[in-house]
């Protein structure tokens, strides 16, 4: 289940990337969906795996309609700054599956924002999708710590 992550030298590869951070964290969430030790944590994360995909679904069609022609290096973003947890395999232990999804999260948040830092102007029209996905993996982070009490 680790993903491969490209090296990031360019606007495809940057949203290669981003397409597989955003899967990591719906496998990781999948996974520790076998592991829960409830229905309502079954159910949320669940939820995440959900989002995940329809993100992956929607950020593949807005890479094909923004990427035509973008050809810029990108210099500033750098794969070993996102890794670790991200292309790690999934933990399989109980809470244990939930700090690395907690992480993967805050991981792919922070790489959303620094995506969108870097090629805001390459994005044009699609750069909301980006700040809203980095919210929303923020606040799924928030709320499984607050739900792991």
């Known amino acids: 289940?680790?993903?491969?992550?490209p090296e990031i030298v360019a606007y495809g590869s940057a949203f290669r990337f981003a397409l597989e951070a955003?899967?990591?964290?719906?496998?990781?969430?999948?996974?520790?969906?076998?592991?829960?030790?409830?229905?309502?944590?079954?159910?949320?994360?669940?939820?995440?795996?959900?989002t995940h995909d329809d993100r992956v679904q929607k950020l593949t069609v807005a890479r094909q309609e923004v990427s035509d022609g973008v050809l810029e290096p990108i210099?500033?973003?750098?794969?070993?700054?996102?890794l670790g947890t991200l292309d790690a395999e999934p933990v399989t232990s109980w809470p244990a599956a939930i700090d690395q999804l907690v992480q993967a999260e805050e991981d792919?948040?922070?790489?959303?924002e620094d995506f969108l830092t870097q090629c805001e102007k390459m994005l044009a029209g699609k750069a909301r999708a980006f700040e809203k996905s980095a919210q929303q993996d923020r606040a799924y982070a928030a709320e499984l710590r607050k739900m792991l009490g």
Not at 1 to 5: C, G, L, N, R, V
Not at 75 to 82: G, Q
Not at 108 to 112: I, S
Request: with cysteine; glycine share 2%.
């Open 1 to 5: 289940m680790a993903h491969q992550f």
């Open 22 to 50: 955003e899967q990591a964290c719906a496998d990781f969430a999948a996974a520790a969906g076998v592991l829960a030790p409830d229905q309502a944590w079954r159910e949320k994360l669940e939820e995440i795996v959900c």
């Open 75 to 82: 210099r500033a973003l750098h794969v070993k700054d996102y």
């Open 108 to 112: 792919t948040a922070r790489y959303h």
